[in-house]
C-alpha cells in the first residue's frame, strides 16, 4: 500500500504550483478507500481551499460522503510541503480509533490524547514537540487542561499546518449535541496565525448552525453543503402500546434484519436489559453505553466491525464517527428527542450496501425521559452565582470541593464550571478553578430560545412518527436540506421508506416469544449498591461525617425501575395515582425480590421511613411483608417536627438535609437486621444516611427495600 509520506515526491512549498497535485491526492485517496475511489468535486474543492489558498471552510455533507477523506489528503499534503501537524478536535473515542486507524492505513504519523491513554500523554507530548507527529486528535475536554493547553497547544498554534473540527454541529447551542468544551475552539482560532487553515464538517447542521458555525470560524468561510439523502437507507415506523410486545417483536425479527447492526436505547438500564433479553432468545448481542469501560468500548466496537455480534444494543455513546460501513440496520427502541439527532445516529448504517433497514419503535416513555434530560439542562442564574461567588481569585477549588459548598450534582457543575470558563469568568489551573474577576452575565434570552427550540425538536419528533409523507424528507427538511425543493408537493419522495412503499415490517409477533420476553422482563428485584465514602467536605455544612461510611446500609433491593420495559409503566402508574394499599399482583412481586435476596442474615424486623407522598401505600407494605415475614413491625421513622423533605441536588448538600431529621428510636433490643422500607429510591443518600443512625441507635444491620429506582 502507498503510505502517504510518499507524497514527499511533491516537495514544493508552492503547492499552487504543483501540476500532478490531484493526482497525488487520488492516489492518497485510494490508499484509504481502495482502488476504485475518486475524489468528488466538492472534495477537491475544499483540499484545494485548504491547501492553496489556505482558506477557512465548513463541510456540511451527509455521513458516508468521505469528510475524513479531506482533512487527512490536505494534512499529508500540507505536511509533504513542509508545514506543520493537523491538529483534529474530535469528540468520541470511537471516531478516534477510526480516524487513527484510518491515517495509519494511508501513511499518516497520528496519534491521539484522550481518556483511554492517559498513560502515553507525556510521550505523545515529546513526539509533537520533536515533530514527528502528522496528525494530533485530541479531545475538546483536553484543550482545557492547564498542562496541555499552557505547554503543548501554544506550540501547535504557532506550528499548525491545518486544524480540523470534526462532528462541528457540537461548536453551536443550537446544534443537537452542544458541548460547552467545544466552544474553546473559539480561543484556539482566534490564537492561530491567519495563513492556518481551518476546516469543520459535520453532517447534521440547521442553516441556523451552519451560519453559527460559519461565524465562529471566520467571516471569510467557504461553506460546501450537499444533499442529505441516504439511497441504502430504508425507514419505517412501528407502534406498540406495551413495551414486552415491542421487545418481543424486536426479539423475534432480529435476525430478519440484514447483516449486524446497532439497536439504540433512551437509557442506560434499558440498553442492558434490552441486551439481556435478547441474548435470552439466543442472540449474540452486548450492551455498549457512556459507563462502559474504554477498553471494554473498544473490544465491542472491535466484534462489531468484524460482525462477531449480530448487534451492540448502544446509548448514544456509539454515535457519532464509528465507522462499519457494512452496517446492516439500526433499530431504536424509544425515539430520540430530536430529528436531527435521529439522522445522526441511523446515518451509521447502510454506507456501502445496497440496502439498510432503518426501525423505530417510540414508547410512552419517550416524552417522561426527554423531560428528564431536559431538566438536567444549564441551570437558573442564582446557581450559576452561587458557583462564582464559592470561587476566588487566588485560591483553586477542585469539584470535589466545590460541590459542598452548591446546589448541584457533579455533571451539571462541571458543565457549569465549563461554560463560565469559556466565557472568561473562572479559569482552570492546577488544582482546581479559579475566578477571574471578569464580569459576567447570565444570558437568560438565549437559553428561553433554547429551550423553546428544543421543544420544537421534541414536536418535530411525534410529527415523524405521525407523518403520512416520506420520512426521509422529513427529516432532511429538517436539516434544512439544500437540494429539496421548496413546496414539498414538487418532491417524488424517497421511494424506499414505509409510507413512500406501502409496507412495513409484520408487527405480529408469536406468542410463545411474548411470553418468553414478559418473563424475562417481568424479573422482579434490582439492587441498590450500598454507599461507601461521605460525600467529601461536608463537614463545611456543618455535618460531622467524612471518610469511609463504616456503619451504613447493606446491599438493598428494589422491585424495579421506573424506566423498565415491564414494571416501570405499572409502578408510575402506582407512585403517581391516588395514594392507595399496595395493590396484591406488587406485593406478590415484593414478596417473590425477598425470598430471592441471598441476604447473610434474614431480616428480623421491618421499618417504614415516612412518605409524605404515598403514606397508605408504604405503610400496608410494610405491613404486609411483617406478616408474610414473621417480622416484628417496628412502625414508621418519622422526620422531626419542622424538617422538610430534601430536594438538594448534590450529594453534599443531600446528605446535610438528611443528617439527624428522623425521630430515631432506641433500638438496643431488636435483634438481627431490619429491613428498612421506603416508596423510590434514587441516589441512595435516604437510605444511608438513615442506615447510619439506625446503627447509631444500635441496630445490627440495615437491609434497604424501596419499590422502585428511577433508572
Given at each position: 500500500m502507498e503510505r502517504m509520506a510518499a507524497a514527499t515526491d511533491a516537495p514544493s512549498s508552492n503547492l499552487g504550483d504543483h501540476p500532478d497535485l490531484r493526482s497525488h491526492a487520488e492516489r492518497m485517496l485510494q490508499a484509504m478507500a481502495g482502488s476504485r475511489a475518486h475524489l468528488r468535486e466538492d472534495q477537491w474543492t475544499a483540499i484545494t481551499a485548504l491547501v492553496v489558498h489556505r482558506r477557512r471552510a465548513l463541510v456540511v455533507q451527509r455521513t458516508g460522503w468521505g469528510k475524513s477523506a479531506v482533512y487527512f489528503i490536505a494534512a499529508a499534503l500540507l505536511r509533504a510541503a513542509g508545514h506543520g501537524p493537523t491538529v483534529i478536535v474530535s469528540p468520541l473515542l470511537a471516531l478516534m480509533r477510526n480516524q487513527v486507524a484510518a491515517a495509519q492505513r494511508s501513511g499518516i504519523v497520528a496519534v491521539t490524547i484522550n481518556s483511554g491513554n492517559v498513560a502515553e500523554w507525556d510521550d505523545i507530548h515529546a513526539r509533537v514537540a520533536q515533530g514527528v507527529v502528522d496528525v494530533l486528535l485530541v479531545s475538546?475536554?483536553?484543550?482545557?487542561?492547564?498542562?496541555?493547553?499552557?505547554?503543548?497547544?501554544?506550540?501547535?498554534?504557532?506550528?499548525?499546518?491545518?486544524?480540523?473540527?470534526?462532528?462541528?454541529?457540537?461548536?453551536?447551542?443550537?446544534?443537537?449535541?452542544?458541548?460547552?468544551?467545544?466552544?474553546?475552539?473559539?480561543?484556539?482560532?482566534?490564537?492561530?496565525?491567519?495563513?492556518?487553515?481551518?476546516?469543520?464538517?459535520?453532517?447534521?447542521?440547521?442553516?441556523?448552525?451552519?451560519?453559527?458555525?460559519a461565524t465562529q470560524i471566520g467571516a471569510d468561510t467557504m461553506v460546501l453543503r450537499g444533499a442529505l439523502d441516504r439511497e441504502s437507507l430504508h425507514l419505517s415506523v412501528l407502534r406498540f402500546d406495551d413495551a414486552v410486545r415491542r421487545t418481543a417483536w424486536l426479539a423475534e425479527y432480529l435476525n430478519r434484519l440484514p447483516g449486524c447492526g446497532i439497536v439504540y436505547a433512551l437509557t442506560v438500564a434499558a440498553a442492558h436489559d434490552l441486551a439481556d433479553v435478547l441474548r435470552t432468545h439466543g442472540h449474540a448481542v452486548a450492551a455498549y453505553t457512556g459507563r462502559t469501560d474504554p477498553a471494554e468500548r473498544e473490544a465491542l466496537e472491535t466484534a462489531l466491525l468484524n460482525n462477531e455480534v449480530k448487534a451492540l444494543v448502544a446509548t448514544s455513546a456509539l454515535g457519532m464517527g464509528f465507522d462499519k460501513p457494512d452496517l446492516g440496520f439500526v433499530v431504536h427502541i424509544g425515539a430520540p428527542s430530536s430529528p436531527i439527532a435521529y439522522y445522526q445516529q441511523v446515518g451509521r448504517a447502510g454506507r456501502s450496501t445496497h440496502r439498510a433497514d432503518v426501525v423505530?419503535?417510540?414508547?410512552?416513555?419517550?416524552?417522561?425521559?426527554?423531560?428528564?434530560?431536559?431538566?438536567?439542562?444549564?441551570?437558573?442564574?442564582?446557581?450559576?452565582?452561587?458557583?462564582?461567588?464559592?470561587?476566588?481569585?487566588?485560591?483553586?477549588?477542585?469539584?470535589?470541593?466545590?460541590?459542598?459548598?452548591?446546589?448541584?450534582?457533579?455533571?451539571?457543575?462541571?458543565?457549569?464550571?465549563?461554560?463560565?470558563?469559556?466565557?472568561?469568568?473562572?479559569?482552570?489551573?492546577?488544582?482546581?478553578?479559579?475566578?477571574?474577576?471578569?464580569?459576567?452575565?447570565?444570558?437568560?434570552?438565549?437559553?428561553?430560545?433554547?429551550?423553546?427550540?428544543?421543544?420544537?425538536?421534541?414536536?418535530?419528533?411525534?410529527?415523524?412518527?405521525?407523518?403520512?409523507?416520506?420520512?426521509?424528507?422529513?427529516?432532511?427538511?429538517?436539516?434544512?436540506?439544500?437540494?429539496?425543493?421548496?413546496?414539498?408537493?414538487?418532491?417524488?419522495?424517497?421511494?424506499?421508506?414505509?409510507?413512500?412503499t406501502g409496507t412495513r415490517p409484520d408487527p405480529v409477533v408469536a406468542t410463545q416469544v411474548v411470553a418468553t420476553t414478559r418473563a424475562r422482563l417481568e424479573r422482579p428485584g434490582v439492587d441498590i449498591v450500598p454507599r461507601k465514602q461521605w460525600p467529601t467536605a461536608v463537614s463545611k455544612l456543618g455535618v460531622p461525617l467524612s471518610g469511609k461510611i463504616t456503619a451504613g446500609a447493606n446491599t438493598g433491593r428494589t422491585l424495579g425501575r421506573l424506566t423498565d420495559f415491564a414494571w416501570g409503566p405499572r409502578l408510575r402508574a402506582l407512585l403517581d395515582g391516588p395514594d392507595a394499599p399496595i395493590p396484591d399482583d406488587v406485593f406478590d412481586a415484593c414478596v417473590t425480590v425477598l425470598r430471592k435476596w441471598d441476604w447473610a442474615t434474614r431480616p428480623t424486623s421491618v421499618l417504614t421511613l415516612e412518605s409524605t407522598r404515598n403514606p397508605v401505600l408504604t405503610a400496608t407494605l410494610a405491613r404486609r411483608l411483617a406478616a408474610v415475614g414473621r417480622l416484628r413491625d417496628l412502625g414508621t421513622l418519622r422526620t422531626r417536627r419542622g424538617r422538610l423533605p430534601v430536594a438538594a441536588a448534590n450529594s453534599a448538600h443531600r446528605v446535610a438535609g438528611l443528617?439527624?431529621?428522623?425521630?430515631?428510636?432506641?433500638?438496643?433490643?431488636?435483634?438481627?437486621?431490619?429491613?428498612?422500607?421506603?416508596?423510590?429510591?434514587?441516589?441512595?443518600?435516604?437510605?444511608?444516611?438513615?442506615a447510619s443512625a439506625l446503627r447509631a441507635a444500635g441496630a445490627d444491620a440495615v437491609l434497604p427495600f424501596a419499590l422502585a429506582t428511577p433508572t
Open positions: 475538546p475536554e483536553r484543550l482545557n487542561n492547564p498542562d496541555f493547553r499552557d505547554r503543548v497547544l501554544p506550540r501547535l498554534a504557532a506550528d499548525a499546518g491545518l486544524v480540523v473540527i470534526d462532528e462541528a454541529h457540537c461548536v453551536s447551542d443550537w446544534g443537537h449535541d452542544f458541548r460547552p468544551d467545544y466552544r474553546r475552539i473559539r480561543t484556539l482560532i482566534a490564537d492561530l496565525g491567519s495563513d492556518v487553515p481551518v476546516l469543520a464538517t459535520t453532517a447534521t447542521a440547521t442553516d441556523r448552525v451552519v451560519t453559527d458555525i423505530l419503535l417510540p414508547g410512552p416513555e419517550d416524552k417522561r425521559i426527554w423531560s428528564y434530560f431536559d431538566s438536567v439542562a444549564f441551570p437558573r442564574e442564582h446557581i450559576v452565582r452561587a458557583v462564582l461567588d464559592a470561587l476566588d481569585a487566588d485560591r483553586p477549588l477542585s469539584t470535589v470541593a466545590l460541590e459542598p459548598l452548591v446546589d448541584l450534582n457533579r455533571t451539571r457543575l462541571d458543565m457549569v464550571l465549563k461554560v463560565l470558563d469559556v466565557d472568561g469568568a473562572v479559569r482552570r489551573v492546577r488544582g482546581g478553578w479559579i475566578a477571574t474577576g471578569r464580569p459576567w452575565s447570565y444570558e437568560t434570552e438565549r437559553y428561553e430560545r433554547l429551550s423553546v427550540a428544543r421543544a420544537a425538536e421534541q414536536q418535530a419528533m411525534i410529527d415523524y412518527q405521525t407523518t403520512a409523507g416520506c420520512r426521509m424528507e422529513f427529516l432532511r427538511r429538517q436539516l434544512d436540506d439544500p437540494e429539496l425543493p421548496a413546496d414539498p408537493a414538487d418532491s417524488p419522495g424517497c421511494g424506499r421508506c414505509d409510507n413512500c443528617y439527624d431529621s428522623w425521630d430515631v428510636p432506641d433500638l438496643t433490643d431488636v435483634a438481627g437486621p431490619i429491613l428498612l422500607v421506603n416508596t423510590v429510591t434514587d441516589t441512595g443518600w435516604t437510605f444511608t444516611v438513615a
